[in-house]
């Protein structure tokens, strides 16, 4: 090979993926965490009172005679 071919070739490249899985990582993590904080602040939420049963009545209808 000639001088000029060895001087034109590219540099290495660093490799970014591991920069990459690191941010992806922490993203993640992030929604994780906020997912389960605010999983947690709805349990802390006061319940509504709970209402009264409603009661069922049968009612019989006498038919007057005819």
Not at 8 to 15: L, S, Y
Not at 24 to 42: K, N, Q, R, Y
Not at 51 to 59: K, L, N, Q
């Amino acid at each position: 090979m000639s001088q000029a071919v060895l001087d034109n070739a590219p540099t290495p490249r660093r490799d970014r993926s591991l920069a990459v899985v690191g941010v992806f990582l922490l993203v993640s993590l992030g929604i994780h965490v906020g997912g389960f904080w605010a999983l947690g602040e709805g349990a802390s939420r006061t319940l509504p009172a709970a209402r009264r049963p409603v009661e069922m009545v049968m009612v019989e209808v006498v038919k007057p005679p005819t």
